[in-house]
């Protein structure tokens, strides 16, 4: 009889084990779906930040459009009442002075960075042997935000290793990576003190690969330093301002910017140079 009761008693226990172990997955497989919910929720959020993003560029350019438009014809912008007034064409300003008319460029920002890319190059630039090659493939792993990239950059341009040797170049770069790596740090208190020169700053177009809406430039020189784009060489559309020596610059849907140039300091800009398809 103890027997039977002790078997009762075992079996009752691993009823209950097993209830609590149905509720325990049951449990799982509703924070599973809740997160799975939460990222959804979040890809969408993301997708729509950048749909608005892209909205207001293309408002901008259109805005910068009609103001050329209006700037051409000599008209005066009409509001409330007086758009409805009939009023006499100003005279239309000389070919000169269109010519001078510029439109003013939108100002672009920085695109999220991507981990996984900043790996893939990271590891490219340590298997690569040409020195060009690997400064370029550590500069967009950089801008991917991967800190050692940017301090091994630093070398290259403190040393001259495959780019001009540049100590202000170098300098930021070891600026970008000193968040996370501590020999960055180091070598900035060594470096000599000494302040920029815009007027005697230079640049040159090294590569650039376009993929999902978003450019990524690379460039050898001393800055400071503006990128220009356009959907086609001349005036520029759009603009982009960084200390460094490369970029990864979030574009707008419409228009197509399919061209770049870069602005050294107080300088003259580069070459046009397409945006190469990645």
């Known amino acids: 009889m103890a027997a039977e009761s002790r078997l009762a008693a075992t079996r009752t226990e691993l009823d209950a ?4 172990l149905r509720a325990a997955s049951a449990e799982a497989g509703t924070a599973e779906i809740r ?9 969408r959020a993301e997708a729509g930040l950048a749909g608005l993003r ?8 259109r805005l910068a459009a009609l103001t050329r438009r209006i700037d051409e014809t000599g008209a005066e912008p009409l509001i409330g009442l007086s758009a409805t007034a009939a009023t006499r064409p100003a005279p239309k300003p000389p070919a000169a002075a269109l010519a001078a008319a510029a ?11 991507d981990p996984r890319a900043a790996q893939r190059l990271y590891r490219q630039a340590l298997a690569s042997t040409d020195l060009l090659d690997i400064a370029i493939a550590y500069s967009r792993a950089a801008v ?5 990239a940017a301090y091994y950059l630093g070398q290259i341009y403190e040393v001259g290793d495959g780019v001009g040797r540049d100590i202000d170049t170098a300098r930021q770069w070891y600026m970008t990576a000193s ?3 501590d020999a960055a740090r180091a070598r ?13 700053a230079q640049a040159w177009p090294l590569a650039s690969a376009l993929s999902d809406g978003v450019a990524e430039l690379v460039w050898q020189g001393s800055g400071p330093f503006v990128v220009e784009l356009a959907p086609e060489p001349g005036p520029p559309s759009a603009v982009f301002a960084t200390p460094l020596t490369a970029a990864r610059i979030a574009l707008p849907s419409r228009p197509a910017l399919a061209w770049w140039r870069v602005r050294a300091g107080t300088g003259a800009p580069t070459e046009w140079q397409p945006l190469t398809p990645e």
């Not at 997160?35 to 890809?43: L, N, Q």
């Not at 892209?54 to 350019?61: C, F, M, P, T, Y």
């Not at 439109?103 to 960075?113: D, G, R």
């Not at 991917?144 to 050692?148: E, I, L, S």
């Open 35 to 43: 997160r799975d919910t939460a990222r959804s929720e979040a890809a």
């Open 188 to 200: 900035l208190s060594d470096l000599p003190e000494r302040p920029a020169e815009p007027e005697r």
């Open 17 to 20: 084990i097993e209830t609590r």
């Open 179 to 181: 968040v996370e790596v």
């Open 144 to 148: 991917n935000g991967q800190a050692r």
């Open 54 to 61: 892209d909205r207001i560029a293309e408002a901008e350019l």
């Open 103 to 113: 439109v003013p460029p939108v100002t672009l920002h920085a695109a999220p960075s």
